[in-house]
């Protein structure tokens, strides 16, 4: 499990540092799948760009991004062929409908239990807390994004308190559940 819970993606050089590390090889061959799904409004699709800059400034050729907009589900075997799996931000529950109607969650859950790498940005990253029905249930807790400040560098303790709070230069690293999360950033 290599999961980055993220209020603005790879904002921060620890950030960006500790998604290559995750990637655990040359960023040059490593193969994204982009979901920019929950980018329905003007607002997050003016942050697209920025979102596709996060991969291609850690060394991630074009050539080996693929973007997805969840117009169907994707087979666990297809989806194993990707390195990391990038969720955008936007409109949280667009996202989710997107992912549990089309199926997508039973792919990308197992593809997760498989050590496979998620980074969720914003509403991309909500998808995983319990603030939604229907969520994905990796967080058992709720989660706030692009908070003024936010929880202080270091493991969290488990059980997870009510609500966790990312800065935009923050984020939940989540290497195993419930042992190894915490927050790196400020």
Known sequence: MRILVTSAGLETEEIKECFVDMAGKDMSAVKALFIPTA?????????????????????????????????????????QQYDVVYLCGGNTR????????????????????????????????????????????????????????????????????SNVRLTNTCALVIRNLPDDMAIIGE
């Open 94 to 161: 667009y996202l989710l409908e997107r992912i549990n109607d089309t199926g997508f969650y039973k792919s990308l859950t197992a593809y997760i239990n498989d050590n496979g790498m998620v980074i969720g940005v914003s509403a991309g990253s909500i998808i995983f807390a319990n603030n939604l029905e229907g969520n994905l249930g990796l967080i058992d807790t709720r989660l706030d994004v692009h908070c003024v400040t936010g929880e202080k560098r270091g493991k969290l303790p488990y059980p997870l308190k």
């Open 39 to 79: 980018a329905i409004d003007a607002d997050a699709i003016a942050v697209l760009p920025k979102c596709m800059n996060d991969l291609l400034k850690c060394g991630i050729s074009d050539k080996n991004i693929d973007v997805w907009d969840l117009h169907a589900g994707m087979a666990f075997e297809k989806l």
